[in-house]
């Protein structure tokens, strides 16, 4: 699949693969100084991108593994869905979540043109809605909230 992508600052890089078995691509931060993600305090990355999404797919923006288990930081709304009519610039906000797990006080630092999210394009089906007096039984149910096991 093509992704047709829109350039808006000098300093915007090419989304990249890590490895050929990577699922999502890696997008880039565009500050130009280093910036500290600090327990509490939500900072938002341009990635100084615009993308043209196929009719039919989403853009899902995802956290890095690495930013999580080393730094308790992920993406504040935790995933972002970009639609196929969208046509602005894409942005990551980032916020650390306490500094128990591990990370101590270490924020994390976010240099110039670091990875800064991961995203996917995903097809999207539209589906119609239809209200029915019954739904089709299963063997679990309404069992729910770790009734399957865990």
Not at 1 to 21: F, H, Q, R, V, W
Request: hydrophobic share 35%; net charge negative; aromatic share 10%.
């Amino acid at each position: 699949m093509k992704l047709n992508i829109k350039k808006l600052s000098p300093l915007a890089k090419a989304p990249t693969y890590a490895t050929d078995g990577s699922g999502c691509f890696d997008l880039y931060s565009t500050n130009t100084l280093p910036v500290l993600v600090h327990e509490g305090w939500p900072v938002t990355f341009d990635t100084g991108l615009q993308f043209e999404i196929p009719l039919g797919h989403a853009m899902f923006i995802l956290s890095r593994s690495g930013h999580g288990f080393n730094f308790d930081t992920r993406l504040s709304n935790c995933v972002g869905c970009i639609d196929s009519d969208y046509r602005g610039e894409v942005k990551v906000k980032l916020f650390r979540d306490s500094s128990d797990a591990g990370a101590g006080d270490i924020p994390l630092t976010v240099m110039p043109g670091d990875r800064i999210a991961q995203a996917c394009i995903l097809p999207v089906p539209k589906v119609s809605f239809a209200f029915v007096d019954s739904l089709g039984s299963t063997e679990r149910g309404a069992g729910g909230f770790g009734s399957s096991g865990a």
